[in-house]
């Protein structure tokens, strides 16, 4: 089995967690704005670059919300707390494999539309998380490749031009980070070319997007989450039959 290097927890995740948890206890509220990067780093005595990855995190879990040139805000509803009938069922989904099904449907939907859509700042955050994602593999560093990972489908979302969509992405971001970590467990404990794939898959989605070719962009990422479905069956189902051979002994 492949050396897999899980790195012990960085500045921007402590400062990441810390800022979550203020915006949880009440201590940073609804649409309040945040103190500016230069600001924070004095605060939590980190440098700028430490602020931005921490911020950046949040905001693709969809508690912050970053406008150019206009200062960083908690989200004015959060990801905890509902807000359709749709985050009550993403909250209680029985399986990861059912919130890819939903994902399918949401997903495809979102890559035709940012394939129609798509500006150039969009496909320069997916270009970003690409190659944020391509670092981490080299790296064989787990953790940025998965927040590139989730970034990258975000960056879809948000390229899609439609304000609903994205927010029905952003109220299943944690259970959106289940089933990302999940998988790419599942798939790095696999040989590196399997691993390279999957950073492939991810490139030719964005592919068809910057050629605004609807229906390669839908069906790639379509294909890309039908792979990933199959990873997380055939491990529960390896999990299941494990569980029964010990009942049977």
């Not at 399997?194 to 950073?199: D, E, I, P």
């Amino acid at each position: 089995m492949r050396t897999i290097k899980v790195e012990n927890q960085k500045g921007h995740e402590i400062v990441g967690e810390h800022l979550l948890r203020q915006i949880r206890e009440g201590h940073l509220l609804p649409g309040q704005k945040l103190p500016s990067v230069v600001e924070l780093a004095a605060a939590y005595g980190v440098g700028r670059s430490t602020i931005r990855e921490a911020v950046s995190a949040l905001k693709a879990m969809g508690w912050l919300d970053v406008r150019q040139g206009g200062g960083t805000y908690v989200k004015p509803v959060l990801p905890s707390e509902p807000k359709s009938g749709a985050d009550v069922l993403f909250q209680g989904a029985e399986s990861l494999v059912e919130l890819l099904e939903v994902r399918k449907v949401l997903e495809t939907g979102a890559a035709s539309l940012a394939a129609e859509r798509r500006t150039d700042q969009d496909l320069e955050r997916m270009r970003a998380a690409l190659s944020q994602m391509e670092h981490g593999l080299s790296a064989q560093d787990t953790r940025e490749g998965e927040r590139a990972d989730i970034a990258f489908h975000m960056a879809i979302a948000a390229a899609s031009g439609n304000s609903l969509l994205v927010q029905l992405m952003e109220s299943l971001s944690d259970r959106l980070t289940e089933t990302i970590r999940k998988t790419r467990e599942l798939w790095f404990y696999k040989e590196q070319s399997t691993a390279s794939r999957l950073l492939t898959e991810h490139q030719t989605i964005f592919e068809a997007i910057e050629r605004q070719d609807q229906e390669q962009a839908a069906a790639r990422i379509e294909a890309h989450l039908i792979k990933v479905e199959q990873v997380l069956r055939s491990a529960l189902e390896s999990d299941s039959a494990m569980q029964k051979k010990g009942l049977d002994k």
